[in-house]
């Protein structure tokens, strides 16, 4: 069965330096998606993107915060100067459309010290 | 903007009993999906079933059910018959129409006991 494939498992990384997560959606899936779960609390929506470009984002995606898709496979979620309260672990969905249910990778655990 | 509430942080259930956990809702907007999810301690976040607003029926998957009442704003899963596997972190959520963006609640933690 197709799934969702998220790299590394487990990050750490000092103040300050930027992280590049990595995601490889489900292959006919056109709908990307970044949330993150601080530990202990619920899942927080970062991003959406469709069609090459983000097409939402929320109050936490702010500048410090990008996506891209490089190539036909993977979707990356970078944080360029990581503070401690980045700290969470990072998920990665995809969806066939913007309907259906949202298929989540195994997610990306990310300590910053 | 839509808000999911889950009022039961925790929950301890006897092995093979059924167990519902509550889930209410608020949108809007008429057109919307009813999302649960869970989350093992391993971390992952598992789909188990999904309703749409103009269903008719509640949808089930095996031994998930969602109890879907309109007019309450509710959509409480069911499992029905639970197994140790089943306890872990159980997250209700929703989209609405144009917006595809899932809204979390806080979760359950069901522990099944032997």
């Known amino acids: 069965e197709p799934e969702v494939t998220q790299t590394p498992s487990h990050q750490v990384t000092q103040m300050g330096q930027e992280v590049i997560l990595r995601c490889v959606p489900i292959s006919n899936h056109l709908y990307f998606y970044w949330y993150r779960q601080i530990l202990g609390q619920k899942v927080e929506f970062l991003v959406s993107f469709y069609n090459n470009e983000i097409s939402e984002k929320s109050e936490i995606f702010d500048d410090q915060f990008s996506v891209e898709r490089p190539d036909g496979s993977n979707f990356t979620l970078k944080i360029r100067s990581t503070k401690l309260e980045d700290s969470a672990m990072y998920f990665c969905?995809?969806?066939?459309?913007?309907?259906?249910?949202?298929?989540f990778g195994p997610g990306t655990r990310l300590t910053v010290l | 903007a839509q808000k999911i509430t889950q009022t039961q942080p925790g929950m301890f259930v006897q092995e093979k009993e059924a167990v519902t956990l509550d889930c209410t809702y608020d949108t809007s907007d008429p057109s919307y999906g009813l999302f649960w999810y869970k989350q093992p301690s391993s971390g992952e976040m598992i789909f188990l079933i999904y309703q749409g607003s103009y269903d008719q029926q509640n949808a089930t998957e095996g031994r998930y059910s969602l109890n879907f009442q309109k007019a309450r704003k509710s959509a409480n899963l069911v499992i029905s018959a639970s197994q140790l596997g089943d306890s872990a972190m159980y997250f209700c959520?929703?989209?609405?129409?144009?917006?595809?963006?899932?809204?979390f609640g806080t979760g359950t933690r069901l522990t099944i006991i032997p």
């Open positions: 959520a929703m989209t609405t129409e144009g917006n595809e963006k899932l809204t």
């Open positions: 969905a995809s969806s066939e459309n913007d309907s259906n249910e949202q298929f």
